[in-house]
């Protein structure tokens, strides 16, 4: 099975690469599930109800969340409805939606998203770590794939979950810092990990952000609204392989084969 993970998608730069390239990549690639990170695609900031439909009707199948997964007040409805559409499971309990999805692949292979937020410089809210064990306890035996999003700021942070989670879930890839990181690996027990996957959207400003109003900001410290950059434009992601005819990992789940960077620009 071959898994495709995007990147952070921000604004509307980044929902027109993925309307652009995702169909013609899908079918080059032999691509069977599509997740993407989609918490900044509303101008950068959130994701609306109309936005989220859009993405999943590009053929995404499941959309996670972040730190800006209630920036936009329209969501806190729509999300209970719609469980394609995740925002970290170890967000407080009575915050709407939920962190984990089950359901399948094209292929029929039962497959599961989890979404996790880290700690460190961000709110306090619940373990991760022990919210992940929490989660994956509640899975079926059949579920055959497991993605991890471990949505968090510090390098540390998602690294340690790589190696918590290795053996135990087919991929973890890290999201929020909008720059990709050149560390994609299968770690030993067949866990594929990269530190963070990137953004996609506009390269020209700084993460996403219009580089004027952002450098100003760092020089006077004043309040700023920071609008979305408009060039440069690429999709980053991770291809995941796996074979569904090979052995397990230790949690019965598949292991991956292989992990690989991508990164498309709009020609």
Known sequence: MRTLF?????????????????????????????????????????????????????GIEVLTGGNHSWDRKEILEYMP???????????????????????????????????????????????????????????????????VDIHAETTSEKVAMGWYLDGRVTAVVGTHTHVATADEHVLPKGTAYITDVGMTGPHDGVIGMDRAGIIKKFLDGLPARFEVATGDIQMNAVLIETDETAPRNEAGRLAAKSIERLRLRID
């Open 81 to 147: 409805h719609q469980p394609r559409l995740l925002r970290p499971a170890n967000f407080a309990a009575v915050n709407p939606g939920g962190g984990l999805f089950v359901g399948e692949s094209k292929k029929g292979v039962k497959i599961a998203v989890l979404n996790l937020q880290g700690r460190v410089f961000l709110a306090a809210n619940d373990d991760p770590f022990r919210k992940a064990d929490e989660e994956l306890a509640k899975l079926p035996a059949d579920v055959a794939f497991v993605l």
């Open 6 to 58: 995007i990147g952070d998608i921000v604004g509307s730069p980044g929902r027109h690469i993925v309307q652009e390239r995702l169909a013609d990549l899908v079918e080059h690639r032999h691509i069977d599930l599509v997740i993407a990170n989609g918490e900044n695609s509303a101008s950068g900031f959130g994701i609306t109800p109309k936005i989220a439909e859009e993405l999943l009707g590009l």
